[in-house]
C-alpha cells in the first residue's frame, strides 16, 4: 500500500485562521474610547455592575453581526437622536449609546472602522470584563478601568444640572433610557 503525500492546508478540518491582534497598537485608541464609554456608564448609574457590562457587550456584538444594524450602529449620522432606526435597545442600551457614541469620536479622530474590527475589539473587552470580575467584585473591571484610565488622565464625572448649563451641554433627561424608544 503507497502512503499518501499530505500537503499542508489539505487536510479535512484543517484550517488556518490569521485573525487580527485586536491588543496591537492600531486599535488601541478605539478600545480606550470604547471603555470610556463603559466609564461613563458606570459613572451615570452606580448600580452597574461588569455582569450587566458583560451583556451589554454580548447583545451589541449581536447586533453588529448583523449587515444592516452595524451600517446603521457605526454610521456617523447615527447618533443623532431622531434616527430611530438606529437606536441601540436591551435592558442595557444606555451603556451601548455610551460605547457607540464614543467609538464614533474615535472615527473621527483616528478613521473609520469596519463592524468586523468593531466586533473583535469588543472581544477584547469583553475578555478584559472576564479577567477582571473575578472572585466576589461585581465592578472589579469598572473599578479597573476607572484607575487604568485615570492614568491616561481620562477622568469622568457626573455633572449637575447647573454644572452642564454653566458649560453649555445637552442631555437627554434620563440617559439610562437611551434607545429603549421611549
Do not use: C
Amino acid at each position: 500500500m503507497a502512503k499518501r503525500k499530505r500537503v499542508p492546508g489539505e487536510r479535512p478540518g484543517f484550517k488556518l485562521n490569521i485573525s487580527q491582534d485586536y491588543r496591537s497598537e492600531r486599535y488601541v485608541m478605539y478600545i480606550v474610547n470604547a471603555e470610556t464609554g463603559l466609564l461613563q456608564a458606570g459613572t451615570v448609574d452606580p448600580d452597574l455592575t461588569d455582569g450587566d457590562v458583560n451583556q451589554a457587550l454580548e447583545d451589541l456584538i449581536a447586533r453588529l453581526k448583523q449587515p444592516e444594524a452595524a451600517h446603521l450602529l457605526l454610521s456617523p449620522r447615527s447618533s443623532e437622536p431622531e434616527d430611530s432606526e438606529a437606536k441601540v435597545e436591551g435592558e442595557h442600551a444606555f451603556v451601548q449609546h455610551f460605547v457607540l457614541m464614543n467609538l464614533r469620536s474615535a472615527f473621527e479622530r483616528y478613521g473609520p472602522l469596519d463592524a468586523e474590527d468593531v466586533i473583535g475589539i469588543l472581544g477584547v473587552i469583553k475578555s478584559s470584563v472576564k479577567k477582571w470580575s473575578t472572585g466576589m467584585h461585581r465592578r472589579g473591571y469598572l473599578t479597573f478601568i476607572e484607575g487604568f484610565l485615570g492614568q491616561m488622565g481620562v477622568k469622568v464625572q457626573q455633572l449637575s444640572d447647573e454644572e452642564a448649563d454653566e458649560l453649555d451641554l445637552r442631555y437627554p433627561d434620563n440617559p439610562k433610557h437611551l434607545g429603549k424608544g421611549d
